[in-house]
Nanobody, 122 residues
Framework: QVQLVESGGGLVQTGGSLRLSCAAS????????MGWFRQTPGKEREFVAV????????YYADSVKGRFTISRDNAKNTVYLQMNSLKPEDTAVYYC???????????????WGQGTQVTVSS
């Protein structure tokens, strides 16, 4: 049973930073790609970033390129999303995702976390 637990969400002002973490358990962490999505009420879940199993490849949505950085620590079974220069439009529930297929502009994961709320005030 794969379990993904996100943490690090919260309230931040425009221009601020947050770092999200996702701790994975239940399978071999380093054998799978990991990523992040986000969703706001009434909208579809949106791809944010994905990282390869070794961490050598990363891909981002255009809306976050240059501001967000995805990374992973396979020794800790954890993937991170460093979010800088946050904007009100970044406000969403952020979901950790695991496994699946990905490319330079898409990611179709197999497993999902429960989500963590990020709110950026103007």
């Amino acid at each position: 049973q794969v379990q993904l637990v996100e943490s690090g969400g919260g309230l931040v002002q425009t221009g601020g930073s947050l770092r999200l973490s996702c701790a994975a358990s239940g399978r071999t962490f380093s054998a799978h790609a990991m990523g992040w999505f986000r969703q706001t009420p009434g909208k579809e879940r949106e791809f944010v970033a994905v990282i390869s199993l070794t961490g050598s490849s990363t891909y981002y949505a255009d809306s976050v390129k240059g501001r967000f950085t995805i990374s992973r620590d396979n020794a800790k079974n954890t993937v991170y999303l460093q979010m800088n220069s946050l904007k009100p439009e970044d406000t969403a529930v952020y979901y950790c995702a695991d496994d699946g297929e990905y490319g330079d502009s898409y990611y179709y994961p197999t497993f999902w976390g429960q989500g963590t709320q990020v709110t950026v005030s103007s």
